[in-house]
């Protein structure tokens, strides 16, 4: 069983930036996939990022491309969203997910793990 929290979200105008922690337990932490999921009022979940055991491969969505980082520390075993240059588009709870299986996977249905998620608000 592994357990994620995340912190980090909050309420910022445009342009601006916030980082995104998850901090998670698990002694083979550093064997998962992770990634980031957002979710907007009255819409499906949707894919931001995700990143391999390593660290070494990242993907992300084409709408946070250059403007999102997704990184780790699996010493820390923590998972991390840098989001710069935030725009109202982004608003959204964003949650934390870990993937027991070796092949990354931009589908919500393949973690195995949540987070209860952090609401980012950008405003206008």
């Known amino acids: 069983q592994v357990q994620l929290v995340e912190s980090g979200g909050g309420l910022v105008q445009a342009g601006g930036s916030l980082r995104l922690s998850c901090a998670a337990s698990g002694r083979t932490f550093s064997l998962y996939t992770m990634g980031w999921f957002r979710q907007a009022p009255g819409k499906e979940r949707e894919f931001v990022a995700h990143?391999?055991?390593?660290?070494?491969?990242?993907y992300y969505a084409d709408s946070v491309k250059g403007r999102f980082t997704i990184s780790r520390d699996n010493a820390k075993n923590t998972e991390y969203l840098q989001m710069n240059t935030l725009k109202p588009e982004d608003t959204a709870v964003y949650y934390c997910?870990?993937?027991?299986?070796?092949?990354?996977?931009?589908?919500?249905?393949?973690?195995?793990?949540w987070g209860q998620g952090t609401q980012v608000t950008v405003s206008a």
């Open positions: 997910a870990a993937d027991r299986s070796p092949y990354s996977s931009t589908w919500a249905s393949h973690y195995d793990y």
């Open positions: 990143i391999n055991w390593s660290g070494g491969s990242t």
